[in-house]
């Protein structure tokens, strides 16, 4: 059975419109932006988070965040 909740974010994401989220992380993401992240997954909003001391990019649904990793080996608790 299909929860009001689940209701709403459903048509969160079907009408989600707002521009892509663009965070720039150093080494683990602040409390911010760990707050807009989950946010952004959430309601299905389009997100790239910069990874600076890898020099790369990471994006919801595309594998492990580079800063839960440690040299290559997938270190999450999922």
């Known amino acids: 059975m299909t929860t009001i909740k689940d209701r709403i974010t459903q048509l ?3 009408s989600n419109n707002a521009p892509m989220l663009v965070l720039f992380v150093t080494d683990k ?3 911010e932006q760990s ?3 989950a946010k952004a997954e959430r309601i299905g909003r ?3 988070a910069f990874y600076m001391p890898g020099d790369t990019a990471w994006m919801p649904g595309y594998g492990v965040p580079p800063w839960e990793q ?3 080996i997938d270190c999450a608790v999922r």
Do not use: N
Request: aromatic letters at 0%.
């Open 29 to 31: 993401p602040t409390p």
């Open 70 to 72: 440690v040299a290559g």
């Open 12 to 14: 969160e994401r079907a």
């Open 46 to 48: 389009r997100l790239i």
């Open 35 to 37: 707050e807009q992240i």
